[in-house]
Each structure stands twice: as structure tokens, then as C-alpha cells.
């Protein structure tokens, strides 16, 4: 008979979304807790297994993730860290399928990239039960089955419940991640989209991967460019970036040189991106403070027409 397996952390761990964050978090906490991801898939409330093949340099390892629909989650269980994977364009519906299945001291743990992500959570919970999560990695999915890490391990999160904080911290330290509590959870998402916004759109319209782009002396002044509209924008908006926040953005490409961004990864699928959160997001705020960003409106506007090109083609 099989024992039932033991683990170091007691809380339960569900992650929303198994694309590529979704199940490198699924693999990176699969030893540390119970972890189970919820994707669209429909099994009539029956558990399956996904097999993800990690690729690295020294050898590819496989791994059987549990997963679940929505249909198989009456209620989460007590105390819960909800890791939401998706993408942001996805939220509102999945916040409204969390809060139906919520209960006492669960946490949501909210992983995108993008400006205004922990202000929409608002609107679906308290503060207290928001935990706001930046990576600073590259991972991608392909074949739906196979992993590919690109480089980075820093964790920045943010939030005011302390107790479960830590906890999430002490979770992500385990599974050797670098973690780093912010304060400021808009100065946080500037920061992190700084990087997003500076390349991403840039990328993906030229189909490049982070190393061409940052290789390329015409693409880095484009990209000085978008940054410099950001910025401007930011500092409307109450945050304030210095020359070593600029240099990081360019240090983010040159350690993620392998990888091509979700966004080129979405548009290659024929998915929607998540431009409206990003350059789009500038976009809408340098509007509200009367702001010309000339650089980010043509990258929103480009992006925006690819993707209908390729969602209906």
C-alpha cells in the first residue's frame, strides 16, 4: 500500500494557469507542499496528470503535475496560498471563480506582469488577502509539454498580511528562489514592467530573442526611447527611476538572453497578448496626466494588429 507522501510545508498550494510560470511553479513546489494546478481542461471534477519535460544543459528530467478544472474545486482549502498563473487579460474571470471557492485565511498570490494588476485584484478581494508577486526569470512552454529555463531566480513580493508573508517567503526560499520583500507595491510593478514595456513589444514585432535585441545598437536606442516615455509616465504616477533602474532593464536582456518573451511567445501561438497592461497601460496613463508617448502608442498600436492577424488567421 502506498504511504501518503509527507511534506515540509502543510499549506496547500493551487496554481491557476499552467502554462509556462504555472508549471515551473508546479515543479519548483511540487516536493516542498501539496501543490495541484487548476487549467481549463474539464475531467468532470477528476484529478489527471500533466507530464512537463524540464530541459536544462545537464539533463532533461520529466515530472507528473497534478491538475484539476475548476468543476473538480468545491472550496480551497483553509489557509491556501490560490497562485494565480494566468495571464492578465484572464483575471476578472478568474478572481470571480476564486472568490466563489474562497475561505478563511487563503491567500491570493497574484504573478503577473503588467501595471494596475494588484488594483484589479481590489476589486475582487481585500488587501489583507492579496499577496503581489514580480519574477525575474525566463521560462517558456513549448509543445505544451516542455520546459525551457532561461535564467534569473529573484522573487519580489509584497504584501500586508505578515504572518502568511512570511510564510510564501520561507515557501519560495526553499524551493531556491531569491526573495526580496518590497514595500511599495506601484513602485514594485513599475519597476518590473519598466523591463516588460522597454523590450517586450520591441521583441516581438521584430521577432527577435532578448540577446538579438539587446546585440543590436538600433534596437537599444528604440528602446532608450520607450523607456524615456515610461519613465516620464512613472513619475506622474508618484515613481521615480534613476540611471541604475535603466541600466537593470538592458542587465535583465543581457541575462535572459536565450529567451524570447511571452509576449513573442503569445503572438507566435496566435494568443492575445498582454499589451493592454503594458505599453498600452503607459499609453492610458500618459493620456490621464497629458503626456505625449509617441514611441509607446506605435508599439501598442503594431502589436494590436498582429495580433488580430494572427487570433483570426
Known amino acids: 500500500m502506498n504511504q501518503k507522501q509527507t ?16 508549471s515551473f511553479l508546479a ?16 475531467w468532470r471534477g477528476r484529478e489527471f496528470q500533466k507530464e512537463i519535460v524540464f530541459v536544462n544543459k545537464r539533463k532533461n528530467r520529466k515530472y507528473l503535475i497534478p491538475c484539476i478544472g475548476w468543476d473538480g474545486v468545491d472550496r480551497f482549502p483553509k489557509n491556501s496560498f490560490i497562485i494565480v498563473a494566468t495571464k492578465a487579460y484572464n483575471l476578472k474571470g478568474v478572481f470571480s471563480e476564486i472568490k466563489k471557492r ?12 503588467g501595471l494596475g494588476i494588484f488594483t484589479e485584484a481590489r476589486k475582487f478581494f481585500s488587501a489583507r488577502h492579496i499577496i503581489r508577486v ?14 525551457y529555463f532561461a535564467g534569473g531566480n529573484q522573487v519580489l513580493v509584497y504584501g500586508k498580511n505578515v504572518d502568511k508573508l512570511n510564510d510564501l517567503v520561507l515557501l519560495f526560499r526553499a524551493a531556491k528562489f531569491r526573495v526580496k520583500r ?8 513599475w ?30 536606442v528604440h528602446m ?33 538572453a536565450s529567451n524570447y518573451n511571452s509576449m513573442f511567445q ?33 508599439l501598442t498600436q503594431l502589436i494590436l494588429s498582429l495580433e488580430k492577424k494572427r487570433t483570426q488567421g
Open 266 to 298: 503569445d503572438l507566435h501561438r496566435g494568443k492575445q497578448t498582454e499589451i493592454a497592461w503594458l505599453n498600452g497601460r503607459v499609453v492610458d496613463l500618459a493620456k490621464e496626466h497629458g503626456i505625449l508617448v509617441p514611441y509607446n502608442k506605435k
Open 134 to 147: 514580480l519574477f525575474w526569470f525566463g521560462v517558456r512552454l513549448e509543445e505544451l509539454s516542455q520546459l
Open 102 to 113: 474562497f475561505s478563511f485565511g487563503c491567500k491570493v498570490v497574484l504573478c503577473q506582469n
Open 27 to 42: 515543479l519548483k513546489f511540487s516536493k516542498l507542499a501539496s501543490v495541484k494546478v487548476i487549467t481549463n481542461q474539464h
Open 7 to 22: 511534506f515540509y510545508f502543510s499549506c496547500s498550494i493551487y496554481i491557476i494557469g499552467g502554462g509556462s510560470v504555472g
Open 182 to 189: 518590497v514595500w511599495d507595491c506601484k513602485q514594485a510593478e
Open 191 to 220: 519597476q518590473k514592467a519598466l523591463s516588460n514595456v522597454a523590450g517586450n513589444a520591441l521583441a516581438s514585432v521584430h521577432e527577435v530573442s532578448n540577446g538579438e535585441l539587446i546585440k543590436n545598437k538600433q534596437f537599444r
Open 224 to 256: 532608450a526611447k520607450i523607456l524615456d516615455e515610461a519613465c516620464c509616465v512613472a513619475r506622474q504616477d508618484g515613481v521615480l527611476f534613476g540611471k541604475r533602474d535603466r541600466r537593470e532593464v538592458f542587465s535583465v536582456f543581457k541575462k535572459t
